[in-house]
């Protein structure tokens, strides 16, 4: 039997130090997880990508392929973006392309591919306008955005606890549109 595949795409945001307990949990639930992260984000764990790789059985992917290159992850059947940063919420809401993972998921909701969203940001970042209208435009896409009660609220600034970050919020809402799971 295969199992499904999750693509859980990363910004650079600080709870992606934790990533790997999020695979891990992704894991235990039955998913084939392909980790991918924004450029910013790689460099932030430059140190850990070996061991991300050896943990998922996939590459980590993050950057656009060559044309003439192939992709070796399987399709997926869910697309979980968290953390998202700021700034990758507002490209994607405004349908730019500036990074690989953003790319992605631009394209994702016209293929009919589910996904999530779950930001990471202080309060600060929040009280730009674009921020809740970008909110407002992934879900009315579809695009199941955790933020606010039941997801992510933000914090003041100084005061992010990365180790809390909810990732299980974010799993769950991926397990619902995979009716084995
Ligand atoms: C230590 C540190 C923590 C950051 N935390 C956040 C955060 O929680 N949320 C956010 O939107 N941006 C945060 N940023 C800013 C992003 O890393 C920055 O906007 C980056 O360009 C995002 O690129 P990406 O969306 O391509 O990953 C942080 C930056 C640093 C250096």
Redesign the pocket.
Known sequence: MTTPTLYLFC????PIHYVAEAIENAQARGWTVCLGL????ATWMEDHLAGLEALTGHRVRSTYRMPEDTISWPAPDVICFA???????N?WALGLT??WP?GVVVEAVGKGTPVVAM????QA?AAHPQVDRSVAVLREMGVAVLYGEGGWVPNPPGQ?RPAEYPWHLAVDAADRFVPQL
């Open positions: 910004a650079a945001a600080p924004t450029p910013t984000a953390p998202i940063t700021t700034n990758s919420l490209a500036p990074s953003v930001p990471c940001m202080n970042l992010g």
